[in-house]
């Protein structure tokens, strides 16, 4: 059993929290937007302060691995990484869209959520990715993957197939609400990506030794960061 810190940073929230065998025993998040250099510290800072730690107790740190934000996501593993190196402890890497449906499941099983067919549901997270176009997965009601990660430009014709079966296709995280306009027949449930979600899947892996290597580890980015240049002239 493990005392694992939790960061997940791939969005505009900045979202850290500490988990005991599984379990989250304390949390610190924000929707500020694009502040995550200075927060995730300081949020680590009180929380290890908070439940009367020191850095070197834990046993590892999860870190949402992505694919998100390209920014937020170097931000919260650069962070991870450093850690763990410095207190020479594992570092565990978690799929934001994993902790995205674990967060959801778990709104569902406290009675947050209620949703009708849900055992049967098709769970549907979307993070967002500028305009229509969102990151996304498929899951079960138990969190099993039904598909794998993809870059998808939403329209009419997407996930046809899924919205007109009789099991319910449900939506959520900060790029559903722009796409339940044009998904007729989308359950859109408010879900928000969390350091939550990745406790449970961080204790698995702790238990099943499923570590990254600190030196050469990368953000799942999935698509490639492009810079682009201004056409305006400045003088």
Request: aromatic share 8%; net charge negative.
């Amino acid at each position: 059993m493990a005392l694992i810190l939790c960061i997940e940073t791939g969005t505009d929230i900045c979202s850290v929290g500490i988990a005991r065998d599984g379990e989250l025993i304390s949390l610190r998040e924000s929707d500020e937007g694009r502040d995550h250099a200075r927060q995730v510290g300081v949020f680590v800072d009180e929380l290890l302060d908070e439940m009367g730690l020191q850095p070197e107790d834990l046993d590892a740190v999860a870190v949402g691995k992505g694919p998100g934000s390209y920014t937020g996501l170097r931000i919260g593993v650069s962070f991870a990484k450093g850690l763990c190196y410095g207190i020479q402890k594992p570092l565990i890497a978690i799929g934001s869209l994993n902790a995205l449906t674990e967060v959801a499941r778990e709104d569902y099983e406290a009675g947050i959520l209620d949703v009708e067919g849900w055992d049967d549901a098709v769970l549907c997270p979307m993070v967002d990715a500028r305009r229509m176009e969102v990151y996304t997965q498929r899951f079960d009601a138990e969190g099993k993957a039904l598909s794998e990660v993809s870059a998808e430009i939403i329209d009419g014709e997407s996930f046809a197939a899924e919205r007109v079966s009789e099991r319910p296709f449900v939506i959520f995280g900060n790029g559903a609400a722009k796409c339940s306009e044009v998904l007729e027949g989308a359950t859109l449930i408010d879900v928000a990506p969390s350091a939550r979600g990745l406790a449970r899947l961080a204790e698995e892996a702790f238990v099943a030794q499923k570590f990254e290597d600190i030196a050469y580890f990368e953000p799942f980015y999935l698509k490639d960061f492009v810079v682009t240049t201004s056409t305006k002239k400045l003088f």
